[in-house]
């Protein structure tokens, strides 16, 4: 799997769209990019994953750029329940050709802190 | 939908012995992976299951085990257990090989602390 490179933490005012990088210049043309958070101490919660498009749906956004080296997922309207950390996975597409290698490679993760 | 169920939430357990931990998966999932997250090394994938067979491995050693019941409810077992062994376990489930993109929705672990 390809890896991924995030800022270690992030602060965004509550209320405010929070803008969370991350850099995949290794990606392959079948590496999906995923978001998970994870909230103190619970499993990690999946949020949206994308191929080449931007997506979209009721957590947040995801941004990736036109050559698919990077994205940012967007958290439109941040509140004290975002704060968590924030990891940015690529992953390979499933299908029998990838039979048994789709698991989930984490690194460290963005720590976001929403301010009130 | 119900989600991905572990048991139990909290184990406490002594140096030498064994442990199984429990995962039921999200109804109509039929793929169980298992992770480990302590603060030292953070989330590492153990094994994944589809229709009862391990499908793929991660670095760990021989202690870790598991398995996958005909009706997907996954286990896994760790044997001779150590100090280190401490950490929260994580179980995750998702549809199975459907040639697209495969999303695995984690349940809420299981705390082991071995004193």
């Known amino acids: 799997d390809a890896k991924t490179t995030q800022p270690p933490s992030m602060d965004c005012a509550e209320g405010r769209a929070a803008n969370l990088p991350c850099n995949h210049s290794?990606?392959?043309?079948?590496?999906?990019v995923y978001w998970y958070r994870q909230i103190h101490s619970q499993g990690p919660q999946y949020i949206i994953h994308?191929?080449?498009n931007n997506e979209t749906n009721e957590m947040a956004s995801l941004i990736i750029t036109e050559d698919r080296k990077s994205s940012t997922l967007i958290l439109p309207h941040a509140t004290l329940r975002d704060t968590a950390v924030y990891y940015c996975?690529?992953?390979?597409?499933?299908?029998?050709?990838?039979?048994?290698?789709?698991?989930?490679?984490f690194g460290t993760g963005t720590r976001l802190t929403i301010i009130p | 939908k119900a989600g991905v169920t572990q048991t139990p939430r909290y184990l406490i357990k002594t140096r030498g012995q064994q442990v199984t931990l429990s995962c039921s998966p999200i109804?109509?999932?039929?793929?169980v992976s298992w992770y480990q997250q302590t603060p030292g090394q953070g989330l590492q994938f153990l094994f994944e299951?589809?229709?009862?067979?391990?499908?793929n491995k991660g670095n760990f050693p021989g202690r870790f085990s598991g398995r996958q019941f005909s009706n997907s409810r996954s286990e896994m077992n760790v044997s001779t257990l150590e100090l280190g062994d401490s950490a929260l376990y994580l179980c995750?489930?998702?549809?199975?090989?459907?040639?697209?993109?495969?999303?695995?929705?984690f349940g809420p672990g299981t705390r082991l602390t071995v004193l």
């Open positions: 299951y589809f229709s009862e067979t391990q499908r």
């Open positions: 996975i690529v992953r390979v597409a499933g299908g029998t050709s990838n039979f048994g290698n789709e698991k989930l490679t």
């Open positions: 995750a489930s998702s549809l199975g090989p459907s040639g697209g993109s495969d999303t695995q929705y």
């Open positions: 109804s109509g999932h039929r793929s």
């Open positions: 290794t990606i392959s043309g079948n590496e999906y």
């Open positions: 994308g191929l080449k």
